[in-house]
């Protein structure tokens, strides 16, 4: 059975063992286990059921030194770094091969570092004086969780510790920025720091260029619900399924309607910022709910909503 816990002691130790223990971060809840370990690193895989060619991030405590790791760090990169750390901001950096396991890098010359912001995992870094790997806590291809419980949920015959660190602040997973080029940046996954954010603090224009780095979580499909997921570019789209609907869905709507007498349904937040934090945890409500299907009416097709707008087609039903 596994365990919530607010026992950091604990957590350490059983990490320092090279044991798995669920973390909290103020994006989602990750799955960490010691960077610098084998054994751990090879169990998250098996625990989550992911295959050895999607590469891990790996956190560090604030202030460490990142060239015990990182060939160079580009000065727009170390510009992020001053702004956006302890934050929601991946980079992915050329690696020095020799010092980092290549079952975290997937066996690319790149890792992937981020320093989070919540203040239980900040904690467990600089008790523990190594990095942890943490990818999210769910099974490969399923939603991030935003709580203890949501990891419970998915691990609960697994033996798992799983620290209680509350609902995580921001909700959907942190922005990677590919930051290998010197010349300039890529951004990989969207999220709440957003494009305009990160153009407003660099001069650096973004590559044009597609990158040659492999990111699963650009697969087709990820971040499913257990249950069919539907998304709709306006409502009336979404009105005309549901006129010809036989059983019953649980709807995603920026206005409350007249669906919303006949199904459950949850009112979306109108930020990026609110909508983010929703997101993964009112789907996560969905798929528990009697409903047989989910449907959700998609932000516009506007950068600030380019983060949830990618999560939702990925987790969307084709
Ligand atoms: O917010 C987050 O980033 C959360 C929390 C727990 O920190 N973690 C997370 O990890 O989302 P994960 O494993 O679910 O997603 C990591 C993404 C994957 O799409 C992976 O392919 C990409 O990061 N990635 C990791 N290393 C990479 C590398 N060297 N080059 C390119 N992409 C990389
Ligand atoms: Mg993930």
Known sequence: ?????????????????????????????????????????????????????????????????LLRWVKTIPDYAQRLINHFWPGPLTLVLPAQTHRINSLVTGGQSSVAIRCPQHPLAQELLKQLNFPLVAPSANPFGKMSPTTAKHVHYYFKKNNLLIVEGGRCKIGIESTIVDATNPNGYQILRHGSIDEAAI????????????????????????YQPEKPFYCFDSREEMQIFCQQLTMPAFIFSFTKNEYFNHYPGYQLPTTPERLAFEFYFQLHQADQSSASLILMELPPDTSVWQAIRERALKAAFR
Not at 1 to 24: F, H, W
Not at 199 to 222: F, I, Y
Request: glycine letters at 4%; a negative charge; proline letters at 4%.
């Open 1 to 65: 059975m596994s365990k919530i816990t607010s026992d950091l002691d604990l957590a350490s130790n059983a990490l320092r063992q090279g044991e798995i223990v669920a973390i909290p971060t103020e994006t989602v809840y990750g799955l960490a286990g010691n960077a610098e370990n084998n054994d751990a690193i090879s169990k998250i895989y098996h625990l989550k059921n992911r295959p050895l060619t999607h590469p891990l991030i790996m956190h560090v405590a604030q202030h460490w030194d």
């Open 199 to 222: 153009q407003a603090l660099l001069l650096h224009n973004q590559l044009s260029e597609t990158s040659t780095l492999r990111v699963p979580g650009k697969m087709a499909s990820h």
